[in-house]
């Protein structure tokens, strides 16, 4: 599987992106710089990864989704390639159009970060096919926008077409219908708040978060 | 329009003794800064000496002290005197640590002040050419019902967190404690640790003549200037009024300015760097002028201000030269590198600007709008600062504490509730939720886990850091000398805990006003008690910071000399944390053997009784490396499923903290030879260990074969602490309850 991961100024979890590609597929990922990067032909998967893109100014998400390197993310989406956007790469999907919905302050108003328990809505993705038989996965979060919300007509059509794909057990930060993460009509962009690259082995975040990429390695 | 000639005016005027006080000069520092320049200072000059002269830049109460401290052992690469410490941590890497405090302005704006101390000291470390790995922070407030605390509370966690998790930093350790001696002036140091190459170490000194002087990160403005004057004076009651000196942080900036630097000095372009702290551009360019030559023979500076990138206009050079504008760098490049220099700064959209040259001449000369502004000698401003040996007394023996003469409570289980849950054992948790632990994707064991020491893994191998930050302040009071003695035997207990080599530490010596002998007497035994332990552990200091006057209307902080440990872990796969005990488990403290000191300076003292005095606990450096090297053999065979160091509230508590991190009972069987106040006393050299059935015999046996007491004193197992059948029987989720509400009780609670 050929993988990158955009690096927006700010962006922080993008060493921890590419960690956990590259242990997922072997491969080193290729880094693209927002400004003048490229994402590769061939790419199957870009990763949008966590931080705080300019600095989370105007709004999270909300810059980084009108510079250059947008244009080419979604033409990737257009073709059907993967997209997988976690924490504040949620919130730039979100800002793109790519993902109904948008995330705002926790309800605390406190950043918070946790291990957190998601309940598995569907294994049927290629996101999460190797959770199948699973109710729950433990992955951490660390946000401070992590509030889902969306008008009710697309939170019951995010239900009702199956594209919630994970619930949080304890909503920690006032998600509607608890919602961590929701995946595009075509199944192939995927946007949450918790780190799945956090959890991956060998440190404090556990190793939940493997099943993600081993469930991206057999879709790709 | 700038009237550039009336600010000139103003810049060039000369000052006189009444202008030398306002800036803080004393009649005798006034004289010494005529003798030194031959003539009467102007005004830039004048702001330039004050700044130097003043406390927090020249250590000029505390120089003298600081130097009985070891800053050598065979890991060290840089110790005092540089940006932050160095060690050698093998395969050709190196730490690179430090903690600093920003007490002062966290007190004024408390949201502001302690992310730029986070700012700050993540500076110190990624100027030489570190990239940042973890954040600790030790906390000291007011009395909880102080009216202050609660809002102090909140926005120096804000600002922390606030900071530190945009920059991608992951905070991983710390201590907050609260009493009443900080009720007006707050405690926040923060500690950096960073990782480099040892081939790529950058420092303050070595710049050479003829080379271009280039600043780099955000633009200066008006804000900070004289914060380095404000850190070196008394508060007074409506000082909140300085919140103007108190500078505003820009953690994004932050972020970029840490990977700008670290991508230039991937490349040989950077002769020597110093970042713009306190006194800001100041401060960098006299220390990298004075410890400048090829020998260190110092050299001079040249630079032309109006090339300084600015926020505001019409800034006048003393404003340049004395505002703490965060974010900043100043380098002295090789003059073919420039270019590169530039594109790197501008892939980053940060300012960059080539302000002027080294010289020949010795002399800092400014210039602004093209008049001279400022020419004088460098030596005078670093290495003539004053030095002072202030009159100190000797600190007063606190009468002993008998054991016996303290009453039994009549319900044990009531004392062990209220000592989890008073605010200085109460879990943080409320805190460190609010940082992000985890970034980075290193952070082996954190505050998540309530132990000894935080482990981080160094990137793509599998060995790690150990670090902790510690400080007792209830002993410091009682007695300064051993006070000090044990803030860094517990730095070092802490870190052998984990499984970790102990190696070295960084310091940030918080106290009251040094003009007071009484303080000073503090200070100076202090200081005498941490270098003795120091020295015994071969485990000295690299790096540090002084924090002096932090005290209100002529009322002193208690003395709070608080340490950064380091240490190393070879191998991951031997660590022992907090977690792993299991239901079956057999708990076995570890101890030097010495006999149980009293309760004097406990916590059940002060919480239980109200009574804050008699002696602290001794502690025996000698044998507190044996117990320490034993527990760390322990930990490295594997023979430990949890460890825990005896600190706050004695074997009880200990014994407690590993069964709320587990989530599972213990019946303790504790001897009842006397009163069982004994389990409370605060017994230094020991810890607590879990160890599987099978292997307590072989622990035992291997503690008498060292010469160490190792003893049974209960097993792990169901949901309550039972202590000698009934004396204590609480349900775990009772102590569970008191131990996590209390904190976000208080701070969620409407009054």
Redesign the interface.
Known sequence: MKTAVIVF??S??D??AE??LRQATGQDPTMV?H?DGTIPDGTDLVMVP???S????LRCGAMAANSPVIAQLKDHAARGGYILGVCNGFQILCETGLLPGALMRNMSL??????ERLKIETANSAFTSAYAGRSDITV?I?H?DGNYVADDATLDRLEGEGHVVFRYVDNPNGSARNIAGVISENGRVLGMMP?P??A?G????GTDGLGMFESLMAAA | MTDTSAIIAAMQAEQDEASGQEHGLNAEEWQRLVTRLGRRPNLVELGIYSVMWSEHCSYKSSRRHLSKFPTQNEHVIQGPGENAGVIDIGDGQAAIFKMESHNHPSYIEPYQGAATGVGGILRDVFTMGARPIALVNALRFGDPSHPKTRSLVAGVVAGIGGYGNCVGVPTVAGETEFHSGYNGNILVNAMAVGLADQDKIFYARGATPGNPIFYVGSKTGRDGIHGATMASAEFSEGDEDNRPTVQVGDPFTEKLLIEACLELMATDAIQAIQDMGAAGLTSSSVEMADSGGENGEGIGVEMDLDKVPQRETGMSAYEIMLSESQERMLMVLYPDKIDVAKKVFEKYDLDAEVIGMTTESGRMVLKQFGETVCDIPVAPLAEDAPNYDRPWVEPKKRAPLDLASIPEPEDYGEVLLKLMSCPDMASKRWIWEQYDRHVMGDTVDSSQSMGNAAIVRIHGTKKALAITSDCTPRYVAADPYEGGKQVVAEAYRNLSAVGAKPIAITDNLNFGNPENPETMGYIVKAIEGMAEACRTLDFPVVSGNVSLYNETDGIAIPPTPVVGGVGLIEDLDKVATLKGAQPGDVLIAIADGDPTPGLGASLYLREILGREEGPPPLVNLEKEKGVADFTRSLVEAGLVNAVHDVSDGGYICAATEICLANGVGAKLTFPATGSLLGYFVEHQGSYMVAVSPTQADDVIARAQAAGIYAGKQGDFGGDAIVLNEDVINLPLSRLREAHEGWLPNYMNAVD
């Open positions: 100024p700010g922080n979890c060493r921890d960690v956990a710089w400004k966590g931080g705080f300019y600095g989370d100014y406190d950043f918070v970060c946790r291990p951490p660390a401070h780190h690259e956090r991956i060998g440190h404090e975040g």
